[in-house]
């Protein structure tokens, strides 16, 4: 009789159980982070490319496991790595031409982002970084990679299932069209807009056609507040470039736009615009409420203009703690803002794509 109370107890205990348990287990279908973009999102794939646009050296990496200079153009990590954490996936995501990592690292993660690359071929070709159309050819190789080293099957099942991040545009913007005569004598600003964004529509079809089905498409930041472009703005007493600002508020605006006719356009995909504007602008404007205490220079040497080679030698002016920076250098931001960014993004990301 006692025994066979027990059992009785037990039971549904043992099912409840494993009910709690089986819960956490299958509601993240989301087997690896694809990255494509700029420099917001490279994890090194520079380092491989003849370019002067590089940052694997020392301060960068600085706050990285094992001060590792890897080429993010950052002290620590870059939103995709803290993505990627999010999922319960791994907490860095590798450059696809590093040849320290194979496929097996891949299948869970993977990045083909190129520091100073734009939509725009004429972007790429400043620097002479990868171009979006090249990052695509990578792509196309991982998946015959992918496939030949799970079977197609479940190659195919990762590849839809995969969330992938585009983040670029200002390059576009900032290294192209208000450096060099070409583009502002085909373009208006508003012309050149609608061009970047007919380009990112165009790269969605491609990946689309490809398999992708979950994407997160980022825009572009208050570029005008970025510490290189409040140098050049001597009008404006070194305060932000609001010209530039209004320009990444509009180019967002449409790229939205743009989001919303694909996602009705193309069956089974869907398009979130991870939006950081808005965070990254609280943070430049009020930097004390995210425990910041500079905004306007970096914390890289002067703060105003280095980046890259620039940023590469030990100068005594190189801020001591990061963290108190919104800017790492005069282009990119600290692992902090990073961090602030995902954690402000990552909730509406995981509602839609679990
Ligand atoms: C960019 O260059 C590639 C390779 O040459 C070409 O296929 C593509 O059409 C170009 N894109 C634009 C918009 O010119």
Not at 28 to 57: E, H, M, Q, R, W
Not at 147 to 163: D, P
Not at 317 to 324: F, G, I, P, S, Y
């Amino acid at each position: 009789m006692v025994m066979r109370m027990a059992y009785m107890i037990y039971i549904p205990w043992l099912l409840v159980a494993q009910f709690l348990l089986l819960v956490p287990l299958t509601t993240s279908k989301v087997p690896a982070i694809i990255v494509f973009g700029d420099s917001s999102v490279d994890a090194g794939n520079n380092n491989a490319i003849p370019t002067l646009l590089k940052s694997n050296f020392k301060p960068y990496g600085r706050n990285f496991p094992g001060g590792r200079a890897t080429g993010r153009f950052c002290n620590g990590r870059v939103p995709p790595d803290f993505i990627s954490e999010a999922y319960g996936l791994k907490p860095l995501i590798p450059a696809y031409l590093d040849p320290a990592y194979t496929i097996a690292d891949f299948a869970t993660g993977v990045c083909f982002a190129s520091a100073g690359t734009g939509y725009d071929n004429a972007t790429s070709a400043v620097l002479n970084v990868i171009p979006m159309w090249k990052e695509l050819e990578y792509y196309k190789d991982y998946q015959n990679k992918l496939r030949a080293y799970l079977g197609n099957e479940k190659a195919n099942e990762i590849l839809s299932e995969s969330i992938y991040l585009m983040s670029l545009g200002t390059n576009d913007f900032l290294e192209n069209y208000y450096i060099f005569p070409t583009r502002q004598s085909q373009f208006t600003i508003k012309q050149y807009q609608d061009f970047l964004v007919g380009l990112s529509g165009n790269f969605i079809r491609e990946l689309y056609a490809l398999g992708a089905r979950k994407l997160s498409l980022t825009g572009v930041p208050p570029m005008g507040c970025l510490p290189l472009e409040r140098l050049t703005n001597i009008m404006g007493h070194h305060g932000c470039n609001e010209e530039y600002n209004n320009v990444a508020l509009e180019f967002n605006g449409k790229l939205k736009a743009m989001a919303r006719r694909l996602n009705k356009e193309l069956r089974g995909l869907t398009i979130v615009l991870a939006d950081a504007y808005q965070i990254v602008d609280q943070m430049i404007r009020r930097p004390s409420l995210y425990g910041f205490e500079v905004a306007g220079v970096a914390c890289c040497s002067t703060g105003t203009f280095e980046m890259s080679y620039l940023c590469s030698d030990d100068s005594p002016l190189t801020c001591t703690d990061a963290n108190k920076f919104v800017f790492w250098d005069a282009f990119h931001p600290t692992e902090k803002t990073n961090r602030i960014v995902v954690d402000h993004l990552i909730h509406g990301l995981q509602q839609t794509f679990r």
